[in-house]
């Protein structure tokens, strides 16, 4: 297979980047009186605004061009219909079988899945429901009101996120629960946790696919050797019962851990980690909304599943911020992406996309095995706009870096808190949101007098800038805002030509620390690492021998 | 004297009854209650009340009325829910629209500290218009001698007429009267609240006392013993057990704890509430102990579903709590209560894993434990071997420390009591 770069499309778009290259997004402003409206697009509670980019009508076009030579129709299909698009590892990416309504079905397997979904889906809506009623009790007989999910990467930054991103919408349930997140294999984050919780009344959900992530069951390890310690009179096995769930792809090591398939969610080897908060892994989401909330983050993510099968490719929210990216990054020459949630409860959006972004498209070969030789994805990061303003923005207005940037806000919020003040922080923050938008784009063209500035106080503009506008930011809005995000990753993969499904490099990493751990553990023998692994090590053993 | 009751609770009954067993003419307000047939199916189970109501009805001192026609007379006493403070408000500025001259309503209700003098507002004192204040002392069980019979009458009215009509209206129930009590109406609220908190403190530190004592392995029974020779200290409402209950009771706790919570950020009434909720599945969590945490597939016998002894009411009863856990752990409930069964039939329909049983020892079949949860008097000396010999494990857990510990034990009986 040649390389996308080879193709008429591409070489089309890089002469239509030359031509346009001398336009400033102030230009493309003042030539079209309806940019705008051309260039602003909705699906259900989203609204798209792409008239703040450097380009026009004629590169969507032409890229929309560049989709078809990709074959991006049938690859949606491939995608939806449960084929093997994880090339490298044989297997269906069904992330959006997780979200398909009951009455749905597909097969995959010789297996009809969405029925398998709902029936995970029951198993998980029963166990909500014994914890909301007060009826999951732990050791002593009181019951459980407070949860720790352990996990990492994708079974800790989808449910976190959610969570922190819905704190407002809580189940009104009878036994409402206090829900945690322990990431760090250092411990850090559980130690500090389990000195302020209550044995008795604490319940781990172990959320690991492969139920072997050495950081996730280091923290069980610690989370179990406390619960052994509280003064409990049960057996082991029955303390491990009552305090610890399973949500895992592979059973087998759960319930050699000591769980019972009855604390056992199971998702599926078709569904990636960090595609996997719709599945079990969304167990956390589901405790703090009750299930009737973490229905409704699906139903979101399946309009938008609905929206990206079938609308025509320039109307299609996540194509076109898809081909946008491909546009900045391969023919703009732009490698930085700022997330930009003008919303605190937003705060933990980024770093969930730096993982849905980076892991899936941060490759240099192509599925064919070939190595590219155009850039894939872009380095991707952000932070609360408002905060970022006192922090970053310096960089995005005056620095000698393009950077495209997502600007992502909620329409309406407060208007029922009764407290105008905080109405009011609504609409400064949005004033905030539109007016750093407007400045990156334009410059401080928008001023009338900046020519009289000196140099350091000018404003170049021309980066390119998407805002997405919600609603209000609520479960189903949010499932929207994801999947676009997820949709978006794929189309960029298939234009590039990538597999965005598989992550062999964060492999050899896990085998290398194995080896180091024999070496930390035995300070005796003599290590064989490179001379810098050597020299760290024998200076740890020495400080660790001195304060001993 | 002519007067008119409104309620349709415990208190409105007795007091409609008592004043018409003693010669006045009562017309009493009942909601939706509107035929005698209705009215003594509700009071039946209050010893003596239905048939003290059907002599008062059968001599026609006693009528359901309407509430135009109750609006007629010029005595009124409010026995209302707590939840119908609205209603009393709407009834006092009925009251005072169609009075001119004296007017007076004695209130009974739990409106909480300061509501008996917003009613006043809605009358005319010049006119000889008052609202007088008399707690509610009744418990269930005893409701008409408590009411027939007080020790002490505590009266919130400030006005001369006033404490001298109720005075009237009050000299048949003050043959055992030791203390008359005059004092403002606020002060007189405060006083059932204080009155109230008091008892709830007093259970609830008996039992966390109770509680302690069980981890510290020492017998609850006899420190009670020894605690209450002190004269300062006294032996009422000190016996540990697996939690208080009541519709009343409750009431006027919840209503001071979030009193002191609001006025004075005082956690220490919510904080009994709270443990007490605790306190009601105690037994549930020895049952869950005894069995290594798992009761999937068990039958556990109950006794005693009532609130206390002596009365059918449910009302924040243990055994509710108690029930629905056992149900929701997978295991076969078996009670037995010698007059709560239909109310309890009416809270869980359609449970086929609750079998309510006539008989006290028929409840005990193929059992794996017995949770008692009221002392009802005929639980206190059962047969014990007719029990081991039905029981499929000589399990006790003895919510309310009714049994002899070292007889059970003696008997075979693993044994179980709240701090001993």
Redesign the interface.
Known sequence: MPLRSTTAAWKNLREHADQLSSNHISDLFSDDPTRFNGLTFRTGQLLLDLSKQRLNQTTLHNLSALAEEADLHDWIEALFTGQKVNCSENRAALHTALRSPKASSLTVNGQDIIAAVHNNLDHMRRIVD?IH?G?W?G????SINTIVNIGVGGSDLGPLMTCRALAEHQSGAANPVQVHFVSSMDGSQLSELLSQLNPARTLFVLASKSFTTIDTLANAATAREWLRRSGH???DD??T??HFIAVTANTAKASEWGIPPSNQLEFWDWTGGRYSMWSAIGLPIALKLGMDGFLSLLEGAHAMDEHFRHTPFLSNLPVLMALVDVWNINFLNIHAHAILPYDGRLGSLPAYLEQLEMESNGKSVTRGGETVDFHTCPILWGEVGTNAQHAFYQLLHQGTESVMCDFIVAARRYQTSGSEELQHQHRLNLANCFAQSRLLALGDSILDNADTQPAHKRYRGNQPCSTLILDELCPFSLGQLIALYEHKVFVQAVIWGINPFDQWGVELGKQVATSLLGALENPESTPGFDQSTNGLLAAVHAKQKGEA | MKITVWGNQLLAWVAAAALAESGNVVALVADQTRTLDELLSKTANEPGLSQLIAESYESGRLSLATEQAGLENTLHLFALNPDQYETACLLAQKLADKHKQQLLIINQSNFGVGSSDKLQAFLKPQAQQHVAYIPDMLAEGTALRNYKYPDTLIIGCEDDWGQMSLKALLRPFSKNLKQWMVMSSREAEFTKFANTGMLALRLGYINELANLADKLGVDIEAIRDALITDPRIGPHYLHPGCGFGGLNFQQYIEALAELMLESRSSKLLETVLTENEKQKELPFRKLWRHYNCNLEGRTISLWGLSYKPGTPSIDHAPSLKIISTLLAQGCIVRAHDPQALPLIQEKFPDEPNLVLCADNYEALNNSDALLLLTEWPEYSSPLFDQMHARMAQPLIIDGRNLLDKPLAQSLGFTYYGIGR
């Open positions: 014994r009623q009826q009790r050791f002593t007989g009181h009179t049960t057996t029955m303390l019962a009552r």
